[in-house]
């Protein structure tokens, strides 16, 4: 038994090693032999008074399948994190098949002046500072609804801000907290103008909700060498003054998590400098938004074993994706991708689950011509050539494709030498 359930894990894993190796090759875009990994849009703000440029990241889409709508991510600081970021999510991604996340847009807002726009209140001595309220009305007010009149958008939205972006993702999560989901601040600076934005926070934490909001803190080493958090806490002088903080708003946040319910975790990473952090807190970050949204071993293992049952294997994976659908706050519709790849790859294995997963997708997408293709190779596999037939030619109704004419062409040519009875 021992020996049957390794041998049943390995071959879960090396079918979708095999599934999903094409499409992960095919995340990037590549054009006159340069790989593209975005698009370079513009916004003009009547509020800001100047054209922003933006850096967009749409996930490739597979026209294999219907359109669908994606979570958007907005990066402060945009032309300093756009790759990092938007490599971390293609290989978190559904299409490289770790599915650790969802495939996402990344819109990254890359600065005119920074001191301006990421900073609460103005400081006399820096002149421009002061104006991330007006900044984060450009953000809600015309950058929004820009993207989601442009791109394939749905409800999701997190905001991703370091440093000074950090403190106004803070800022945005206390003054503006039904802009986003889910909120990423990275070493925030709030020691800025002696920590006002704290005091903003503690009242705001002790009286708003944020039941359906998630929070990610990270947390960086920025204490002279030979001093820990504990002692860093006590002390007073200059050099503590960005860690202490950040520390306290983490205090400040976990003592009225019960009250509030947001959802937040934090990390100290003790061998992390204010500079090398955002990587790895982005990283961290989406983990805890989306945990469990990969399928468990479980399920994968109800799906694949050999005595499963389709009605059990697919009310697991319903529920899969309607426990991501609370994650989400919306209701999040089993992928065509996802189901499609598991039929297919059943078909070799187990033809009655293979059959269960295909019909599914037609249930669900009746207008997309994959659904009807796939259930084509699936009579095919069959045996049922006459059934084959018909399911390609409805896919051929929807959609005229190369691959699915040739199948087609092919069983009718089957069919025409065949002996006559």
Known sequence: M?????????????????LFLATALKAQ?????????????????????????????????????????????????????FPSVTGMLQQLGVATGNSQCPDMIVVAIPNTDRMRDLTTNSIPALKTSGGGEKFTSFIEKELMPHIDSIYPTNSYKIIIGHSLGGMMVINTLVNHPN???????????????????LNQAREALKQKKY???????????????????????KDTSAATNHIRAILKLKDMIQSDTAVNRLK??????????HGSLPLITEYDALRFFFTNYAFPQETMMKIYGKDSSPELALAEVQSHYDNISKQMGFKVALPEGVINNFGISLIARNLKMAFAFLQLNIKNYPNSYNVYDSMGDYYDAAKDKTKAIEFYRKALTLKEFPDTRSKLNKLLALKDTAPKK
């Open 264 to 273: 937040f975790a934090y990390k100290y990473y003790p061998n992390e400098t």
């Open 29 to 81: 875009t590549i054009k006159n032999n340069l790989i593209v990994m975005g698009v370079v849009d513009s916004v003009q703000s009547k509020i800001l008074n100047e054209t922003r440029k933006l850096w967009v990241y749409v996930p490739k889409v597979d026209s294999t399948f219907l359109r669908q709508k994606y979570p958007v991510v907005y990066l402060l600081d945009g032309d300093s994190h």
């Open 179 to 197: 802009m986003f989901n889910g909120y990423i601040a990275i070493d925030p600076s709030m020691w800025w103008d002696r920590g006002i934005l």
């Open 2 to 18: 021992k020996l049957n359930l390794i041998h049943l894990k390995k071959t879960v894993a090396l079918c979708f090693v095999i």
């Open 211 to 233: 039941s359906d909001k998630k929070l990610f803190v990270g947390i960086a080493n920025t204490m002279p060498k030979g001093m820990d958090t504990t002692q860093a806490r």
